[in-house]
């Protein structure tokens, strides 16, 4: 008798075990699901690669960091467009500025800025940038969501945004261009 119920509780704990080994692995996927893995690889107008963004949500707001190589040295207006498209002439398939509430562009204007303006970036002699900013509000998936069904894209444009002019802060041509994706 005393064996018979040291092998049930045996086999309970077995079983146990089992499905806290499985609830621990669901979790990892679940976190790695929704907080991992969502990035932007950043392509010029000929196709060259000049990075790989990395989003992540950060509080009520998303963080995009990395390292950008292959601009022309000088500052360029970055921003979140509302479409993940990089297609059609100077990528015009990205669309606007992402914006999920009613403003005009520019954290300098008194009726902005959009989800997202970005800040812009100052490319070095060595044609490369160091990326470490935030957007000023929104989620990834959660309150203001910027993967919604048409996804979104991140641009890279020719000139400096001047944070005040509607609607793309007079930063010029669009130069880079990378679909956010992941899982
Ligand atoms: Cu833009
Ligand atoms: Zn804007």
Same mark, same amino acid.
């Given at each position: 008798?005393?064996?018979?119920?040291?092998?049930?509780?045996? !086999?309970?704990?077995?079983?146990?075990?089992?499905?806290?080994l499985?609830?621990?692995?669901?979790?990892?996927?679940?976190?790695?699901?929704? +907080?991992?893995?969502?990035?932007?690889?950043?392509l010029?107008?000929? %196709?060259?690669?000049?990075?790989?963004?990395?989003?992540?949500?950060?509080?009520?707001?998303?963080?995009?960091? %990395?390292?950008?190589? %292959?601009?022309? &040295?000088?500052?360029h207006?970055?921003?979140?467009? +509302?479409?993940? !498209?990089?297609?059609?002439?100077?990528?015009?398939?990205?669309?606007?500025?992402?914006? *999920? +509430? *009613?403003?005009?562009?520019?954290?300098?204007? &008194?009726?902005? &800025?959009?989800?997202?303006?970005?800040m812009?970036?100052?490319?070095?002699?060595d044609?490369?940038?160091?990326?470490?900013?935030?957007?000023?509000?929104?989620?990834?998936?959660?309150?203001? &969501?910027?993967?919604?069904?048409?996804?979104?894209?991140?641009?890279?444009?020719? +000139?400096?945004?001047?944070?005040?002019?509607?609607?793309?802060?007079?930063?010029?041509?669009?130069i880079?261009? %990378?679909?956010?994706?992941?899982?």
């Amino acid at each position: 008798m005393r064996s018979v119920s040291f092998l049930v509780a045996t !086999r309970a704990a077995a079983v146990l075990g089992a499905a806290l080994l499985l609830a621990a692995c669901s979790a990892s996927i679940y976190a790695a699901a929704s +907080t991992a893995g969502v990035t932007a690889k950043v392509l010029d107008a000929t %196709g060259r690669e000049l990075g790989v963004l990395t989003l992540a949500d950060a509080g009520a707001a998303i963080s995009v960091d %990395g390292t950008l190589r %292959g601009l022309t &040295p000088g500052v360029h207006g970055m921003h979140l467009h +509302t479409i993940g !498209r990089c297609d059609g002439a100077s990528f015009a398939g990205a669309g606007a500025h992402w914006s *999920p +509430t *009613p403003k005009q562009h520019g954290s300098a204007n &008194p009726a902005g &800025p959009h989800h997202g303006d970005l800040m812009n970036l100052t490319v070095g002699a060595d044609s490369s940038v160091l990326v470490k900013m935030s957007t000023p509000g929104g989620s990834l998936r959660g309150e203001y &969501p910027l993967l919604d069904a048409d996804g979104a894209a991140i641009v890279i444009h020719a +000139t400096t945004d001047d944070y005040k002019t509607d609607p793309s802060g007079n930063s010029g041509a669009r130069i880079g261009c %990378g679909v956010v994706s992941g899982s």
